[in-house]
């Protein structure tokens, strides 16, 4: 069974500071992982992905992740946050295994961003 | 390119109702998953459709069904509606099986039941 876990349901950050949202994933074989950005009232938009070509992934809106298979972790970062950023990001994982339209998701992370 | 598309955006049912949510995937694709995303919680897969046929089924009980029509649009039908059941529904469109998780997710269906 797969799982996936975001430390921290609510994260705060000022305007230009680093942005650090956290993910770890359980999975049994080798997984795809994502992060999607959920905006007030609307739906889910892939951010970026992991399907074990590159482990530093580069995704829209200036934001990246890391794949560290020895921390089970798929951390997403940005080095300058801006006001649009906030929002609600979800970690996700699928495994090769079975269709990509079957993703588990974390709980989501909070992200607001002070003036 | 039309997105995917949902409908209602909004409804109120009692408990012991059936409610139908609607989604035409975006324009191109053949497969519909529905999630459920109840308050403060990540979105829950409840099934796939591939070709009009279910392929894959998260841990939902069967009084949840849906259908995928031959234009590829879906339902998503629940029966005896429990309180539990409020939560917004969201529907996701994908080219084939999509093993790269390249879903492209509707604003969703926001149900209440009282």
């Known amino acids: 069974a797969q799982s996936v876990t975001q430390l921290g349901s609510h994260v705060s950050v000022s305007e230009g500071a680093l942005v650090l949202l956290r993910c770890n994933y359980s999975?049994?074989?080798?997984?795809?992982l994502f992060w999607y950005v959920q905006y007030p009232n609307q739906g889910l938009q892939l951010l970026l992905k992991?399907?074990?070509?590159?482990?530093l992934v580069k995704g829209i809106n200036g934001f990246e992740a890391e794949f560290k298979k020895s921390e089970t972790s798929f951390h997403l970062t940005k080095p300058s946050a801006h006001m649009s950023d906030a929002a609600e990001y979800f970690c996700?994982?699928?495994?090769?295994?079975?269709?990509?339209?079957?993703?588990?998701f974390g709980e989501g992370t909070q992200l607001t961003v002070n003036p | 390119e039309t997105g995917v598309t949902q409908s209602p955006t909004h409804l109120i049912k009692t408990r012991g109702q059936q409610v139908t949510l609607r989604c035409s995937s975006q324009?191109?694709?053949?497969?519909v998953s529905w999630y459920q995303q109840a308050l403060g919680q990540g979105p829950q897969f409840i099934f796939q459709?591939?070709?009009?046929?279910?392929?894959g089924r998260g841990n939902f009980p069967p009084r949840f069904s849906g259908l995928q029509f031959p234009n590829y649009s879906s339902e998503l039908n629940v029966n005896a509606l429990e309180l539990d059941d409020s939560a917004l529904y969201l529907c996701?469109?994908?080219?084939?099986?999509?093993?790269?998780?390249?879903?492209?997710f509707g604003e969703g269906s926001r149900l209440t039941v009282l």
């Open positions: 996701a469109s994908s080219s084939g099986l999509a093993r790269t998780g390249e879903l492209f």
């Open positions: 999975s049994s074989v080798p997984p795809y």
């Open positions: 992991y399907t074990s070509a590159a482990t």
């Open positions: 996700a994982v699928s495994d090769r295994e079975t269709s990509g339209s079957r993703l588990t």
């Open positions: 324009s191109g694709h053949n497969t």
């Open positions: 459709y591939y070709r009009e046929e279910e392929n």
